[in-house]
């Protein structure tokens, strides 16, 4: 059974930053490509991120270039996402997912998710 939990998600002004943490248990993420998505109410579940299994290559859409960034420590068995330079619309749940083979943006890709862990950016 594969699990994630996120964790890290809180109150910040506008331009702040959180390190979202997302963490597996029972498998090992390593062997697995991670996205993270976020979905403010009333909107769709949007990709902020990817990075690959093996060789831990990243992505990020134009929303999140140069603000967000995604790493892995694979001793953690552990995927972070920094957020830096936080704006009132980065305001979600943000989730983390995984999946086999390499990165994808579709949603549907993904198998398995974590609960969520809400982010709030305002003043």
């Known amino acids: 059974q594969v699990q994630l939990v996120e964790s890290g998600g809180g109150s910040v002004q506008p331009g702040g930053s959180l390190i979202l943490s997302c963490a597996s248990a029972?498998?090992?993420?390593?062997?697995?490509?991670v996205g993270w998505w976020r979905q403010a109410p009333g909107k769709e579940r949007e990709g902020v991120s990817c990075?690959?299994?093996?060789?831990?290559?990243?992505y990020y859409p134009d929303s999140a270039k140069a603000r967000f960034t995604v790493v892995r420590d694979a001793f953690k068995n552990s995927v972070y996402l920094h957020l830096n330079s936080l704006k009132p619309e980065d305001t979600a749940v943000y989730y983390c997912?995984?999946?086999?083979?390499?990165?994808?943006?579709?949603?549907?890709?993904?198998?398995?998710w974590g609960q969520g862990t809400q982010v709030t950016v305002s003043s």
């Open positions: 997912a995984a999946k086999i083979h390499g990165m994808s943006g579709r949603l549907n890709d993904y198998p398995y």
């Open positions: 029972g498998f090992t993420l390593a062997h697995y490509t």
């Open positions: 990075i690959s299994r093996g060789d831990d290559s990243t």
